[in-house]
């Protein structure tokens, strides 16, 4: 399992203290400090789409222009995350190659 996140976020320190509890192996990669390839994230927008990797809740999104916001496509979605990460929902998580966004205790309790 690899989770792909911001050390700092929240859901990601919910996410990685429920992993340490239950004893899961996981690698951790901080795409804040160590990046986030072009090639790493077209593979998530092909297995989820683009839409689920963007945080409407956040102040990133909420600090776009409208008009960026209101023409959004796959295309310009893509240049906007690679551009700044902290607009991806968080913890991306890589799991016997599914994609799956975000943080649900009792979903992964299930796996």
Known sequence: MKIYGIKNCDTVKKAR????????????????????????LSQWENAIGWEPLINKRGTTWRKLPDEVRDTMSAQSAHQIMLENT?????????????????????????W
């Open 17 to 40: 203290k429920w992993l340490d509890e239950n004893g899961i192996a996981y690698e951790f990669h901080d795409f804040k400090k160590d990046g986030l390839s072009s090639e790493k």
């Open 86 to 110: 902290s607009i991806i929902k968080r913890p991306v998580v890589e799991r016997g190659g599914q994609v799956s966004v975000g943080f649900n205790a009792d979903e992964w309790a299930a």
